[in-house]
């Protein structure tokens, strides 16, 4: 494990932690295969070095950026997220980064940029078990404001040390208070644009996954409720809890969101 | 297989249906059911249940083969039931820790005395749990399997065969298709697009069905031709 040097954060919850085998061996990362336990069996595969991301779409200058600067560009901060799955999971994990909007506004998007749209790694070679009938790369995207937002985190590491594979190394997006699907991992490329992005599971099941996906116990998704989750802490047994609004980010985000149905844009 | 056997397979055959319920009480005592344990238990439950309805199709298909093999059948009933229990276990996992049943607080309240507080926390997660029944397609499959399977278990005994009459008991218990059926069709709906998880269960099903429409195809066009010899013996004669 590499430790990274991190900085405190005042974007942090005080929630029992997840414990890290537990964080690092239980992962949707589909690249690396459908079931939970497959990415950290079979991630070690993903080389990380040389590792660049490119910029494009709607911004000043098109650009490529090196992961060691991009990882250099500000001091990352160790910062405690409730993370919710879709599956009506959640765990508490502290992750290493920087806001999302620092790089952004490195990125320079032009102002008729309205929408930040992420794209995942794909590379059969790294992936030996990358399964079919997806449409890859895996795609994410956030409306810039959303983007904007100081806790949407460009994500390193975790626990105080870079990412393990299984968990999107070697940088992901991490948005703390929509469903976990929403944080694209191992991301090679951001695009600037001003329409509504293509988002993988949204594009696959768009009644069960819409682009917002806020997380929010008043949406049902048609398997799971979303009025409660079971937090995976140190128990032998997670306790079940309910959802929060927002996944307890209201005061945060809610503003975003003034004026929308929530239940037409879940 | 020689008749006297029987009872010791058969005590053979309980102890393997009960290996995979020992597996998992192994795992919870080592700690070693993963991060999300009642997703772990609600998947390992749901399989062997499949697995075990599988297994007891299978056997009509297998003792046809072989005359020998024609006392399988005293083994059916067994492998039904044993289903039966993990489709039980499977439905209790989600009552009890899916749903977000209170069982630490109910234990405490039985231990005070206080069996009503089994019916209090029940009482709590039911709404939940009658959402589920009236939206989601998957629990709603699910649950009408148990139901068959349930309906199953209560009428095997031999004297409820008896009461029904063969014929009748029959036909009910052709439902067992139906239950396996439902149980496939269950699991697909359960997993996210694009998982293939279940396509294993769903071909052995198919497998099975196909073996035992094959066979009555057979059986029809033997006795039919049978039928048409008739008249020739019967001249003979």
């Known amino acids: ?266 | 297989m020689p008749n006297r056997l029987i009872p010791y397979v058969k005590a053979v055959v309980h102890l393997l249906c009960l290996v995979p319920l020992a597996l998992l009480l192994y795992r919870f005592k080592q700690d070693n059911l993963g991060a999300d344990p009642v997703n772990t238990i609600t998947h390992f439950t749901g399989d062997w249940t499949i697995y075990l309805l599988l297994i007891s199709l299978a056997v009509t298909p297998v003792r046809r083969l072989h005359a020998k093999l024609s006392n399988l059948i005293r083994f059916r009933r067994m492998l039904g039931l044993y289903a039966f229990f993990y489709a039980t276990l499977h439905l209790a996992t989600y009552v009890f820790l899916f749903s977000g049943y209170d069982v630490p607080t109910a234990i405490a309240g039985v231990k005070a005395g206080h069996l009503g507080e089994i019916v209090t926390q029940f009482k709590l997660v039911w709404p939940t749990m009658w959402d589920d029944i009236l939206q989601r397609r998957f629990i709603q499959v699910g649950f009408a399997a148990w139901v068959i399977l349930l309906a199953l278990a209560v009428t095997s005994p031999q004297f409820v065969l008896r009461a029904m009459g063969g014929k009748n008991w029959q036909r009910l218990h052709r439902l067992v298709y139906v239950a396996a059926f439902l149980g496939v069709v269950h699991f697909w709906w359960l997993v996210k697009a694009g998982v293939r998880t279940p396509w294993k269960d769903t071909a052995v099903l198919m497998l099975l069905l196909l073996a035992r429409l094959a066979y009555t195809a057979w059986k029809r066009r033997r006795s039919s031709k049978t039928a048409a010899r008739m008249p020739v013996s019967a001249s003979r004669t």
């Open chain 1, 1 to 266: 494990d590499e430790a990274l040097k991190t900085v405190a954060s005042k974007y942090t919850v005080s929630d029992a932690q997840t414990p890290f085998a537990k964080a690092t061996h239980y992962n949707n990362f589909y690249e690396y295969g459908t079931d939970k336990s497959d990415p950290g069996r079979n991630a070690h595969t993903l080389h990380t070095r040389p590792w660049t991301v490119q910029v494009t779409g709607m911004v000043k200058k098109p650009q490529t950026v090196n992961i060691d600067d991009l990882m250099k560009y500000r001091p990352i901060e160790s910062r405690v997220y409730r993370h919710r799955c879709v599956e009506a999971w959640s765990m508490v994990i502290p992750w290493d980064g920087y806001s999302l909007s620092e790089f952004i506004n490195f990125c320079q998007p032009l102002p008729s940029a309205k929408y930040v749209q992420f794209f995942s790694l794909v590379d059969k070679k790294q992936m030996p078990d990358l399964p079919g009938g997806y449409d890859w790369p895996y795609r994410e995207g956030l409306r810039m404001d959303e983007a904007m937002n100081p806790l949407t985190l460009l994500t390193f590491g975790c626990y105080g040390n870079v990412l393990p594979n299984q968990n999107g190394a070697p940088v992901r997006i991490v948005t703390p208070w929509k469903y976990g699907f929403k944080n694209g991992k191992s991301i090679v490329r951001f695009h600037f644009t001003d329409k509504q992005p293509q988002t993988t599971w949204n594009e696959i099941s768009s009644q069960e996954y819409g682009f917002y996906s806020n997380v929010n116990p008043n949406v049902d998704h048609p398997r799971w409720s979303q009025g409660h989750e079971r937090r995976i802490d140190s128990s032998v047994f997670p306790k079940t809890v309910p959802t929060l609004m927002f996944n307890g980010y209201g005061d945060q985000v809610a503003s975003m969101y003034n004026g929308m149905d929530l239940k037409k844009f879940y």
